[in-house]
């Protein structure tokens, strides 16, 4: 079974991690495929690697999710590529491990604008346009365990997380008379290069010892689940926010 054939996709952060994961595994499964980052030279780099996965069915868009003016306009050429789009995944998102008294107005800001603020306009964006073409759509965002319970040093990030389970909710309903379903998916630890990056500045281990899985997770299970959100075997539900955390969360009591 092909279970996107023919869908129009948009990915955010889709140059490395989980948004080339995810994008990867849509094509596998018949999509089109629109990538959007902000470094055209590894949009570039990915775009040649799944062309030859998917021929003629890749495309790319560089932006700055900070740049709200140029969003709208890139959003726009984006929907434009495959003549519209059915499929949006906001996967996009940025953080910092940082006391909690250290955090500056600038990281601050910029955690909200690319984790919630690109999201929710994107989501607009996205929804206007499906609501035109009159198909119906699926919309699913990336939050975090870290959106449905807080960490040390990740203010920005936790409460960036938990805006994201609020709005698409709150999406979620508005939407769903136009047909257009919204969820979120909330990783625990995977191997990333975000999470990477944290994990070494910090000296911090791969997974928690929490973890009853005893392990991280993998781009290729995290992408499987927004494949199954965005296609229709996920046709009855909407607003929900699926933990992939290999049961981090749920051992929460665990001292």
Known sequence: MVRLKGKRALVTGA??????????????????VVLLDRSEAELNSSCSELEKLAPGRVAMEVCDLRDVDGLEKVAVSAFDRFGGVDVLINNAGIAFREPFLSISRDHWEAVFDINVHATFRLGQLA??????????????????????????????YNASKAAVVLLTESMAVELAPHGIRVNAVAPGFVDTPLDRKLRVESNLPAYSEHTPMKRGGTVEEIANVFLFLASEEASYVTGST????????ANGSEL
């Open 15 to 32: 140059a490395r991690g989980i948004g080339l994961g995810i994008a990867k595994r849509f094509l596998e499964e018949g999509a089109r």
């Open 242 to 249: 699926i933990r992939v955390d290999g049961g981090h969360l």
């Open 127 to 156: 929804a206007e346009r499906m609501i035109a073409q009159g198909g119906g759509g699926s919309i699913v965002n990336m939050s975090s365990k870290n959106g449905l319970a807080a960490s040390g040093e990740l203010a920005h």
